[in-house]
């Protein structure tokens, strides 16, 4: 099958929507199946407001229309709501194509923290751009339910998943600062409520990786944490690895990859019980979760790697690859998967 993505998120943005994308990329590829891309690099692009890192496709409609006819895919994935996922909902609409969209990110949520917007106002967008889809995919039961109470009527699930085999336990440290260290891994925006982690009274040290607009004033409010910019997939596992606690202080994701990064690399979770580490960590003895963000961290200290790791492996991205390929199957084609999943073809 040849399959379609158009997304607003791409390299050399780092982020939860990015790597999604790509470890499913690579299992689809796995499985057999062509993938075509449509991504910010084909085009003439600015910066986002607020968020350079960020890319705006400039005039995409006229290119998108031509891809999408050229390309004669059997289906269609809009990952993002942004000019891209504009212009291709448009032509699909016109031309009565089926198409699935995904909901990675709380951005109702994003925009009211950057700009004072209400929640019912960019809720209101959101049920307008994946009303036609045949699936607006989200990443948990949690994150689904709550778009079903703005209104939302065709979402379905589409875990998320970790690369086991890159994201192991190294014995090598490179992090050699006071221990205990506490390490945040992600966008740094205000989103991200990083300064909640941040302002803890901790013993040992923090840690904070990764780029975003809060970055210059968050180092200049801490001057004391340690910060380090994007990494490549090899140095991350190395950073998870030497930390001793995962901080994800986090009340807006609507999953967080980082989570099951970090605890595949054998370490342990602090977090806020919300929406993302509830899904990831539930009850399980990987991570701890409450309500005073520093209870938390101090708990996860006394978890062992081996538990992080052993609760990690239950995330397969091939599952979730498999899960995201049946949300593009016409009903006849789902039904000849699960008869070959049955005699072990697929």
């Known amino acids: 099958m040849k399959i379609l993505i158009v997304t607003d998120a791409w390299l050399p943005q780092v982020n939860g929507v990015v790597r999604t994308i790509q470890a499913t990329n690579r299992e689809l590829e796995k499985m057999g199946h062509e993938v075509v891309m449509i991504t910010p690099q084909l085009f003439r692009t600015v910066a986002c407001p607020t968020y350079p890192e960020i890319r705006l496709s400039l005039f ?7 891809i999408i006819q050229a390309e004669q895919a059997d289906a269609m994935h809009i990952a993002t709501e942004g000019p891209l996922g504009l212009a291709a909902r448009a032509y699909a609409i016109k031309h009565e194509i089926p198409f699935t969209t995904a909901y990675h990110t709380r951005f109702p949520e994003y925009v009211r923290a950057r700009f004072g917007v209400p929640l019912s106002w960019t809720y209101r967008f959101l049920r307008w751009f994946h009303a036609p889809a045949q699936a607006m995919l989200a990443p948990t039961d949690v994150v689904a339910r709550d778009l079903a109470q703005y209104g939302c009527r065709n979402v379905k699930m589409w875990a998320r998943g970790v690369d086991t085999e890159h994201f192991y336990p190294r014995t090598e440290r490179v992090l050699n600062t ?9 966008r740094v925006a205000v989103e991200k409520n990083i300064e909640a982690f941040l302002k803890l009274d901790l013993p040992g040290s923090k840690w904070v990786v990764g780029e975003g ?29 030497s930390a001793n606690v ?20 054998g370490t342990p979770v602090a977090a806020y019980p919300v929406t993302g580490p509830i899904d990831v960590i539930g009850d399980s003895a990987a991570g701890a979760l409450d309500e005073a963000l520093r209870m938390a961290c101090l708990r996860a200290l006394h978890i062992e790697p081996v538990v992080a790791r052993t609760h990690a492996e239950r995330f397969s991205w091939r599952v979730c690859t498999e899960e ?9 084609q789902t039904e000849s998967v699960k008869v070959h999943a049955k005699v072990g073809v697929v």
């Open 60 to 66: 995409a409609f006229k290119r998108v229309a031509q």
């Open 324 to 332: 995201f390929v049946r949300h593009h199957l016409l009903p006849h």
């Open 178 to 186: 006071t221990e205990p260290i506490f390490l945040y891994v992600g």
């Open 246 to 265: 995962f901080v994800f202080p986090s009340l807006t994701d609507t999953f967080g990859l980082v989570l099951l990064e970090a605890l595949a690399c």
């Open 213 to 241: 607009p809060a970055l210059a004033k968050l180092k200049q409010q801490f001057p004391e944490v340690h910060y380090l910019g994007v990494l490549d997939a090899e140095r991350l596992a190395q950073v998870y690895s």
